[in-house]
């Protein structure tokens, strides 16, 4: 493979990785805000919570490793000087902080809402759509 192919070819993965847990933190955050019955579920199921939390948590913390691994990979493939070297890896650090401030959303919502002490598993069978 052609090295300017290869170093295509990951930084697609860095930005697929990047744009995947944005998409996936502002779906569940709309879904949270505007599905009234996946909303009260969230509240009401005892691990679920506690799940999401998790499952946002680890994916992040994959998803960054991931990118900085991809990072290092294009600059030593690059073979970078200092000051390109130094901008590269600032522009990777960037995608690192916005997978975190992106992950933050749906692990913050859970946390002060999902954990909420008003549970009541009877009103998420009356609550009609879903």
């Given at each position: ?8 070819l ?17 779906a ?31 994916s ?19 073979k ?51």
């Amino acid at each position: 493979m052609q090295t300017d192919k290869l170093i295509e070819l990951l930084e697609k993965y860095s930005n697929a990785i990047l744009g995947f847990i944005v998409l996936q933190s502002v779906a569940f955050a709309f879904t949270y805000g505007t599905n009234a019955r996946f909303s009260c579920l969230v509240k009401n199921e005892p691990w679920l919570a506690p799940g999401l939390i998790a499952h946002f948590f680890l994916s992040s913390l994959l998803a960054c490793v991931a990118i900085v691994f991809l990072g290092r990979t294009i600059r030593r493939v690059l073979k970078l000087e200092q000051p390109a070297s130094n901008i590269f890896r600032l522009v990777y650090w960037a995608k690192s902080v916005t997978i975190v401030l992106f992950a933050v959303i749906p692990i913050f919502t859970i946390a002060m809402y999902g954990a909420s002490s008003a549970k009541d598993p009877q009103r998420c069978e009356a609550v009609k759509g879903g």
